[in-house]
DNA sequence: TCTTTTCATTAGCCATGCTAATTGTTAGCA
DNA sequence: TGCTAACAATTAGCATGGCTAATGAAAAGA
């Protein structure tokens, strides 16, 4: 396929993740679980990225983001440290209430989007499911990805 | 189409969201102007939404946020504001710097892309590029949504 | 043992969401 | 005319989440 046409498909994806995470955030701040934080729980439970090196490698931010981000999570009961061999790092650990959490995120994320996305048709949303598989392969993420990864 | 295979597909899509603002936060930081600013500019600029509550309205965030990101473009000389009748309020304009801004950014934020989908699949960039045209359409976003919109 | 490397945290910057409260302007009506 | 109500935007203040630079603390290696 010509650039010119992968140009064409880019130049309407970029445009469209803000206002997707824009509204996400909006189903977050109703959950208390923001995207950040529902996506670490996610890698660090499913993915076993039960470091902070490794959670932020997984998540390509920084060691400083990942680290706070998990002072959060531990704060509000979503995650544990269990002390480990090397005491420069503990071991990540999601808890009873991070996995409850991890569900009610999800949904109401699904939720907003079902909202948003009542004007498409029956082979768009063929489609939507194929390409968001595809993209999802590209960038590990998701729960499937376990087994691919690493 | 079944409720389970449109969940299926935002289940895939809510977790793409967050990785893919991510790396075009990296992409932003480049360029000097990010996605709230492109997207302020690109909706001033071709909807015409040149007021603070038409800009909020439009993208869907707060008068009060939608006040502070215009301050952040009239002091980076990208947009300017343009006395009305109405002193309550400013009609806003884009600058010639803020027309040359958006087309940096737009480059940067697809060459990002370009590169994280390399993996794609022909098929895939097909589907990719018909996905985004619906998802855009539903979100009324992009330059062409100029005709579509109010 | 002493140095170097490694992993994480702290401190501090900036942007962008939000709500509540304030300011300033216009419009409406007695 | 002049008071009041409605409207548009800003200010103030909170939270999250990116980043880099600097620091601490533990492990590994010479």
Redesign the interface.
């Known amino acids: ?1 010509a650039d010119l ?20 955030q909006a189903a977050d701040r109703q959950t208390g679980c923001s ?2 934080q529902l ?1 670490a729980l ?1 890698v660090i439970h499913y993915l076993k990225a039960d470091t902070i090196g490794r959670l932020a490698a997984h ?3 920084s060691v400083p983001t990942a680290s706070r981000l998990v002072e959060g999570l531990v704060q509000r009961g979503l995650a544990r440290r269990v002390e480990g061999r090397d005491r420069r790092t503990s071991v990540l650990a999601v808890t009873e209430q991070g996995l409850a959490a991890v569900e009610a995120a ?1 949904a109401a ?2 939720a907003v ?2 909202d ?2 009542e ?4 082979e ?16 590990g ?2 729960p499937e990805a376990a087994r691919a990864d690493d």
Chains 1, 2 share one sequence.
């Open positions: 396929m046409h992968k140009t064409r498909a880019l130049q309407l994806l970029h445009r469209i993740v803000l206002p997707l995470d824009r509204a996400l995207a950040a996506q996610s998540e390509r931010i999800c994320r699904e989007l079902m948003l996305f004007g498409l048709g029956e768009e949303w063929r489609g939507l499911r194929a390409t968001a598989g595809a993209l999802a392969r590209e960038l993420v998701g």
